[in-house]
Nanobody, 122 residues
Framework: QVQLIEFGGELVQAGGSLRLACAASGLAFSSYTMAWFRQAPGKERDFVAGISRSGTTAYADSVKGRFTISRDNAKNTIYLQMNSLKPEDTAVYYC????????????????WGQGTQVTVSS
């Protein structure tokens, strides 16, 4: 049984930083492309960042230069370091594994976590 569990979401002031983590189990983690998505109330689930099994990364334009995705295959965990946070970054952040599309930003993945809430106050 595959599980993705996100950690680290909390309330933070604008300009602050947070690091999210996603711990995976039940899958050959090192073989999977992993990603972070986010969803604000009343909006669609949007791609934030992705990382391939070889470490290639991709980011949404809205977070480039502020967010960094990384992975630790020994710990079956991916991370999202978020700096210079803005109120518009407020959302539930989801971890995903195994894109079903060639385009990482398409929100069709084999596995999803339950999400962690990030709230950025102005």
């Amino acid at each position: 049984q595959v599980q993705l569990i996100e950690f680290g979401g909390e309330l933070v002031q604008a300009g602050g930083s947070l690091r999210l983590a996603c711990a995976a189990s039940g899958l050959a983690f090192s073989s999977y492309t992993m990603a972070w998505f986010r969803q604000a109330p009343g909006k669609e689930r949007d791609f934030v960042a992705g990382i391939s099994r070889s470490g290639t990364t991709a980011y949404a334009d809205s977070v480039k230069g502020r967010f960094t995705i990384s992975r630790d295959n020994a710990k079956n965990t991916i991370y999202l370091q978020m700096n210079s946070l803005k109120p518009e970054d407020t959302a539930v952040y989801y971890c995903a594994a195994g894109p079903l599309s060639t385009k990482w930003s398409t929100p069709t993945y084999a596995y999803w976590g339950q999400g962690t809430q990030v709230t950025v106050s102005s």
